[in-house]
């Protein structure tokens, strides 16, 4: 038991990760130790396998059916599982209705198809395989929590079908919870206090307050070299790094598209926030918001120009974005603006330095326009929203001001700072090796997660102070193994 005063005193911990993904298999493990270090129980729930069309059955590029995909998630097992309790999900109770549970697994269904627009999305995707899923999950959870006496939930992600059943059992039972995911820039681990992974209360709070701080020079120089790394195109750690160079050139640009635009719009996908109530806005679409811009600039749209993201060229689980695609080129040929196709070699650096203004839905593309010297406007909430690097428009009838060009500088390195030093927990103990690789050293301190619930905030005092030890050796998993063979689609 933890022996800070005034602090939580949780007793049990219990870890949920069902799918072994890559980094988060390990990072399960990496917490589960660190809760056993500091004297806590522990336990964890698990899924033994079904024939249930589960999220990851549906949504993984490589599958023969259901059954590798079971044995996927039983060699990703944890690593410790001698070490504690495991509790495995009750496959029965998956026709025991739950309260709201389609809006709970929305963004599920609006994944596997990659939706971009309400008429994309239905309930006949995913069939009852996620319902069954989301419901398994959430009654298991109860009964885990009673058997095991389970008071802190620590799960990954939080919005993926089963996972999203633990959220809510855990809220249900009035059990403290924090969601885990990759850090952006990968070092440390993205623990969010009583919020699934697509939550942005305390990722704002925490903008709030840094982009209102000075920096020391380390920490404004760190922040830079990301940026930098970015703009010039040299990669990084970030899950998808779409700005390494050989993809596209500078060469002929404007040949291959004309005249230079004073707008350009950088669509995102919206299909993971489906339904999330931190990310919504009163737009019906992201065309209605680019329609309200246009009128507000007063600016024709023959000088705005539309880059269709790489990504949507791009297979992610069984799905290419074509519906997207689709949907942005009708919506530009009747409104007559350029297109740039997912596909074309030419690079978004490119067009963000010939344009005047760009215009994003929360995209991280942010970093490169601010630092190229372009203002930005953002259709929908994002990260950044709190920092002050641009403005944000939620919806019709707001107005909207244009930081100077020092300021956007000076609040993105601040954001930068933020989501690199301080949103991740265990920062100084997890070193990224690559984007899908950690390093751990010893030192860490489990009541870092500790003063976060407490404090409700990603900037508890003390947190990342711990001393950094040795390197931790460790053996990879099974599945870790097998991916050295076959790259089993994980992204």
Not at 4 to 21: E, K, M, S
Not at 318 to 336: L, P, Q
């Given at each position: 038991?933890?022996?800070?005063?005034?602090?939580?005193?949780?007793?049990?911990?219990?870890?949920?990760?069902?799918?072994?993904?890559r980094?988060?298999?390990?990072?399960?493990?990496?917490?589960?130790?660190?809760a056993?270090?500091?004297?806590?129980?522990?336990s964890?729930?698990?899924?033994?396998?079904?024939?249930e069309?589960c999220?990851?059955?549906?949504?993984?590029?490589?599958?023969?059916?259901?059954?590798?995909h079971?044995?996927?998630?039983?060699?990703?097992?944890?690593?410790?599982?001698r070490?504690?309790?495991?509790?495995?999900i009750?496959?029965?109770?998956?026709?025991?209705?739950?309260?709201?549970e389609?809006?709970?697994i929305?963004?599920?269904?609006?994944?596997?198809?990659?939706?971009?627009?309400?008429?994309?999305?239905?309930?006949r995707?995913?069939?009852?395989?996620?319902?069954h899923?989301?419901?398994?999950?959430?009654?298991?959870?109860?009964?885990?929590?009673?058997?095991?006496?389970?008071?802190l939930?620590?799960?990954?992600?939080?919005?993926?079908?089963?996972?999203?059943g633990?959220?809510?059992?855990?809220v249900?039972?009035?059990v403290?919870?924090?969601?885990?995911?990759?850090?952006?820039?990968g070092?440390?681990l993205?623990?969010?206090?009583?919020?699934?992974?697509?939550?942005?209360?305390?990722?704002?709070?925490?903008?709030r307050?840094?982009?209102?701080?000075?920096?020391?020079?380390?920490?404004?120089?760190r922040?830079?070299?990301?940026?930098?790394?970015r703009?010039?195109r040299?990669?990084?750690?970030?899950?998808?790094?779409?700005?390494?160079?050989?993809?596209?050139?500078?060469?002929?640009?404007?040949?291959q598209?004309?005249?230079?635009?004073?707008?350009?719009?950088?669509?995102?996908?919206?299909?993971?926030?489906?339904?999330?109530?931190?990310?919504?806005?009163?737009?019906?679409?992201?065309?209605?918001?680019?329609?309200?811009?246009?009128?507000?600039?007063?600016?024709?749209?023959?000088h705005?120009?539309?880059?269709?993201?790489?990504?949507?060229?791009?297979?992610?689980?069984?799905?290419f974005?074509?519906?997207?695609?689709?949907?942005?080129?009708?919506?530009?040929a009747?409104?007559?603006?350029r297109?740039?196709?997912?596909?074309?070699?030419?690079?978004?650096?490119?067009?963000?330095?010939?344009?005047?203004l760009?215009?994003?839905?929360?995209?991280?593309?942010?970093?490169?326009?601010?630092?190229?010297?372009?203002?930005?406007?953002?259709?929908?909430?994002?990260?950044?929203?709190?920092?002050?690097?641009?403005?944000?428009?939620?919806g019709?009838?707001?107005?909207?001001?244009?930081?100077?060009?020092?300021?956007?500088?000076?609040?993105?390195?601040k954001?930068?700072?933020?989501?690199?030093?301080?949103?991740?927990?265990?920062?100084?103990?997890l070193?990224?090796?690559?984007?899908?690789?950690?390093q751990?050293?010893?030192?860490?301190?489990?009541?870092?997660?500790?003063?976060?619930l407490?404090?409700?905030?990603?900037?508890?005092?003390g947190k990342?102070?711990?001393?950094?030890?040795?390197?931790?050796?460790r053996?990879?998993?099974?599945?870790?193994?097998?991916?050295?063979?076959?790259?089993?689609?994980?992204?």
């Amino acid at each position: 038991m933890t022996n800070l005063r005034g602090y939580p005193q949780y007793r049990h911990v219990g870890v949920a990760q069902i799918y072994p993904w890559r980094p988060h298999a390990f990072q399960r493990d990496y917490l589960l130790t660190l809760a056993r270090q500091s004297g806590l129980e522990t336990s964890e729930l698990m899924c033994k396998g079904s024939l249930e069309k589960c999220y990851d059955k549906q949504y993984q590029t490589v599958g023969f059916g259901s059954v590798d995909h079971c044995v996927k998630c039983r060699l990703g097992r944890s690593a410790t599982a001698r070490s504690h309790r495991q509790f495995a999900i009750d496959w029965s109770t998956r026709d025991i209705p739950v309260e709201g549970e389609e809006q709970a697994i929305i963004s599920n269904r609006a994944a596997l198809v990659r939706a971009e627009v309400a008429s994309d999305v239905g309930p006949r995707i995913g069939g009852r395989g996620l319902l069954h899923a989301y419901r398994a999950g959430y009654h298991s959870t109860v009964r885990w929590i009673e058997s095991c006496g389970v008071d802190l939930v620590l799960l990954f992600n939080g919005r993926i079908d089963i996972l999203k059943g633990v959220v809510d059992a855990a809220v249900a039972c009035g059990v403290d919870f924090m969601s885990y995911e990759r850090s952006w820039f990968g070092d440390g681990l993205m623990l969010l206090p009583r919020e699934n992974c697509l939550g942005l209360r305390h990722i704002h709070d925490m903008c709030r307050t840094i982009g209102g701080s000075e920096l020391a020079d380390e920490d404004r120089m760190r922040a830079e070299r990301i940026i930098a790394s970015r703009v010039d195109r040299t990669g990084s750690n970030e899950w998808r790094d779409f700005q390494k160079r050989g993809e596209g050139t500078y060469s002929d640009l404007f040949g291959q598209i004309g005249k230079a635009p004073k707008v350009l719009v950088l669509p995102s996908s919206n299909y993971e926030i489906w339904g999330h109530s931190d990310w919504r806005v009163e737009w019906a679409d992201n065309f209605e918001a680019i329609d309200y811009l246009q009128s507000a600039l007063a600016i024709p749209f023959e000088h705005f120009l539309i880059r269709g993201h790489p990504i949507w060229a791009q297979r992610v689980g069984v799905s290419f974005g074509s519906r997207a695609d689709e949907h942005y080129r009708t919506y530009c040929a009747r409104r007559g603006i350029r297109y740039v196709e997912p596909t074309s070699a030419i690079h978004t650096s490119a067009l963000i330095e010939a344009s005047d203004l760009v215009v994003l839905n929360a995209g991280s593309s942010v970093m490169e326009a601010v630092w190229r010297g372009k203002p930005v406007i953002s259709l929908a909430a994002s990260t950044y929203q709190t920092v002050g690097v641009c403005p944000t428009l939620l919806g019709p009838g707001q107005t909207f001001d244009l930081p100077d060009d020092a300021t956007r500088r000076r609040q993105i390195v601040k954001f930068v700072h933020a989501m690199d030093r301080i949103a991740p927990t265990f920062v100084n103990h997890l070193k990224a090796l690559s984007s899908g690789e950690q390093q751990a050293f010893e030192g860490a301190d489990f009541d870092d997660v500790v003063r976060q619930l407490h404090h409700d905030t990603l900037t508890a005092p003390g947190k990342n102070t711990a001393p950094v030890g040795a390197p931790i050796e460790r053996r990879p998993s099974m599945v870790e193994r097998a991916r050295k063979l076959v790259k089993y689609g994980d992204r």
